[in-house]
């Protein structure tokens, strides 16, 4: 059964750094694309980052390119986003998606985490 | 940058047939995702590369692509259905989700 549990989530100050992680289980971590999506509140839904299943690619959101970095240890099964510089507006709940479909790109979302909340906030 | 469009609503009654839009330049030539989520819930994709259900997902579910707009049909619709539909598409290596409609069953 395919799992996605995220954590790190928690209230930072504008300009601080946060980690997020995302421990997998269930399935072949390796073979799969990983992304994070957000969801502010009162807004819809907002993706945010990709990490192909081979690792060999890696792309953002306009809206946090620069600032937020994806990447997954294997070894460790887990996916994680490394998140700076953060702002007001960063504010949200961050899932954890896997892609549907094994060694493939650009898929659907088949499966996601239950979500993180990060609040930024003086 | 590319941008969905979706109505911020649609009310349907109980048993009837419910159509959700998302419009986009150029949609046709992208395999669109709908997800459905209900409050306190994760996501959940319904429909995949316009018109495909994962296994487990109602066959009153249903989706289409023609022009420039990919609509999310529901047969039947029932109570549960109720929730917030969202589509998405990849614009290039990016993706891409339309600002969410609001499914209402009165």
């Known amino acids: 059964q395919v799992q996605l549990v995220e954590s790190g989530g928690g209230v930072v100050q504008p300009g601080k750094s946060l980690r997020l992680s995302c421990a997998a289980s269930?399935?072949?971590?390796?073979?799969?694309?990983m992304h994070w999506v957000r969801q502010a509140p009162g807004k819809g839904l907002e993706w945010v980052a990709v990490i192909w299943y081979d690792g060999s690619n890696k792309y953002y959101a306009d809206s946090v390119k620069g600032r937020f970095t994806i990447f997954r240890d294997n070894s460790k099964n887990t996916l994680y986003l490394q998140m700076n510089s953060l702002r007001v507006d960063d504010t949200a709940v961050y899932y954890c998606a896997r892609d549907r479909e094994e060694q493939l790109v650009r898929q659907p979302l088949g499966y996601w985490g239950l979500g993180t909340l990060v609040t930024v906030s003086s | 940058s590319y941008e969905l469009t979706q109505p911020p609503s649609v009310s349907v009654s109980p048993g009837q047939t419910a159509s959700i839009t998302c419009s986009g330049e150029r949609l046709g030539n992208k395999f669109a995702s709908w997800y459905q989520r209900k409050p306190g819930q994760s996501p959940v994709l319904v429909i995949y590369?316009?018109?495909k259900r994962p296994s487990g997902i109602p066959e009153r579910f249903s989706g289409s692509n023609s022009g420039n707009t990919v609509t999310l049909t529901i047969s039947g619709t029932q109570g549960m259905d109720e929730a917030d539909y969202y589509c998405?598409?990849?614009?290039?290596?990016?993706?891409?989700f339309g600002g969410g409609t609001k499914l209402t069953v009165l």
């Open positions: 269930g399935f072949s971590f390796t073979s799969y694309g």
């Open positions: 998405q598409v990849w614009d290039t290596s990016t993706g891409i």
């Open positions: 590369e316009d018109t």
